[in-house]
């Protein structure tokens, strides 16, 4: 039997693990990148949180189920060891597989800065030059658009939509960050986008939802991913 590898996912302080074959390990990396540090590790370090996508079929002794069923997605089992940090992750599609690992991911790393004081926002950001512009609003505020138009109009890199996470990266500085997510932009918008981002649908082709299988923007009526 094949000896599983791991990967050491790092943001901000906050440390997760992952446990499984080299062929899903690459396509979570592709994910995590460049949102996340990642590294290959031999030795799993003391106190981590472990996600383990092997040998999931049975549930374990001193394990918690966790079922989860979403529209348009096939169901994702979660075991939860009593008694040591370590998920184990278990579908029957092995597309979803990395998808669902990268979602637990984000979760536990997302726990971790919040208890160290992290702070999270229903916001945008885009960097430009070295400084960060936020946008906060409400739903439907149009904090997407203006974000996605100033990355088109002024070559500003897209952080964060609609999920903002800022925490402290030294003592006399924070920083902003963003989440590897769906981009939902409503199809009214489409037009104002491609005006101040002509090149908007040419550049937009890499969304990697399975659900995204025609590659265009009106592929589905409210959201992208």
Known sequence: MTKPA????????ARVVVEGSLALLEQVAAHSQPHFEVK??????????????????DKKPNT?????????????LVFH????????LATES??????????????????????SGALFF?????KIADSGIAFVGPPRSGKTTTALALVGREDGTFVADNDLCVAYKSRNSICGMGWPRSICIRT?????????????????????HPNNRDETLEAREFQIG
């Open 6 to 13: 791991h990967l050491l996912i790092k943001r901000a302080g």
């Open 40 to 57: 290959p590790i031999v030795i799993v370090p003391d106190g981590v949180w472990i996600i383990s996508c092997l040998n999931a079929g």
């Open 64 to 76: 918690e189920r966790f079922q989860s069923v979403v529209r348009s997605e096939p169901t994702r």
């Open 81 to 88: 060891d009593l008694n040591r940090k370590s998920l184990v």
């Open 94 to 115: 092995i597309e979803w597989l990395p998808i669902f690992c990268c979602r637990l991911i984000r979760d536990l790393l997302r726990w971790q800065l919040l208890e």
């Open 122 to 126: 229903q916001a945008g950001l885009v």
């Open 188 to 208: 009214n918008t489409l037009p104002i986008l491609k005006e101040w981002w002509p090149n908007f649908s040419q550049e937009s082709h890499s969304f990697a």
